[in-house]
């Protein structure tokens, strides 16, 4: 058996997966879940310590989003077989230049991260997008409300400092992801009108491509 850990993106709980369904006969499943840092952790003691809820070797790590650079954090501590990032970055280089931008100016510290109980407010921020005709979609899924972690994840992705990444690593990328931009991505299985949520609602293509791409 394959064992399949799939880590969310940001703010977002293990629900994004529940359409995800690969051939039982050959993959477990297994669902990671963000925990609020303790103050002053960097995000690789943050990967050493999810790495404790992986309970077996040789495993496969997806990741989305912000989840996708955690699991390239992770797998430079464990075994894996196969990691595969969907709607993420492999590089600082493939972050958009306002999120490069915001690095200088540190104006993402000036994010309204305190108003997470506005849904509208953490949907544009985690998944690009304003959420007012999917409010109940967003609050079934946007569960991680935490605002030191909210602070905490922002700062972590904007001053990642990754220039090169594993060649065996799998990227999966929609064409129209306002998060991060496909013009900025290299090396991706790109997937058509695929947006940053595309796990949620064009989960059929992954059912149906996410078995041959990990065992390819």
């Known amino acids: ?5 799939l880590m969310p993106g ?4 293990p629900s994004i997966f ?4 690969l051939p039982e006969e050959t993959f477990n499943q297994h669902l990671l879940e963000w925990f609020v840092p303790s ?3 960097s995000l690789e003691e943050y990967a050493i310590e999810m ?5 077996h070797t040789d495993v496969v790590l997806i990741g989305i989003s912000f989840g996708g650079i955690l699991v390239q954090e992770m797998a430079k501590h464990i075994r894996t077989k196969k990691v595969i990032l969907i709607s993420s970055v492999k590089t600082k280089y493939e972050l958009p230049k306002r999120m490069r931008l915001a690095k ?4 993402y510290k000036l994010l309204p991260t305190g108003l997470v109980t506005n849904m509208e407010v953490l949907g544009k ?8 005709k999917r409010l109940e979609l967003y609050e079934e899924y946007l569960s991680v409300k ?9 700062d972590q992705m904007i001053n990642w400092e990754q220039t090169e990444y594993d060649p065996n690593l799998v990227h999966i990328h929609g064409d129209n992801d306002p998060v991060f931009p496909i013009k900025y991505i290299k090396d991706c299985i790109p997937v058509s009108k695929g947006t940053h949520i595309m796990i949620i609602n064009r989960f059929k293509w992954f059912n149906e491509h996410l078995p041959q791409i990990i065992l390819e």
Do not use: H, R
């Not at 058996?1 to 850990?5: A, H, S, T």
């Not at 921020?125 to 007012?132: D, H, L, P, Q």
């Not at 935490?146 to 922002?154: C, E, F, G, I, T």
């Open 1 to 5: 058996m394959i064992n399949v850990y």
């Open 10 to 13: 940001m703010a977002a709980n």
């Open 18 to 21: 529940k359409n995800i369904k």
């Open 39 to 41: 103050k002053g952790m």
């Open 51 to 55: 790495c404790t809820k992986i309970t």
């Open 104 to 107: 200088f100016t540190k104006a």
């Open 125 to 132: 921020y985690a998944f690009g997008e304003t959420v007012t």
């Open 146 to 154: 935490d605002k030191y972690y909210l602070d905490w994840s922002l």
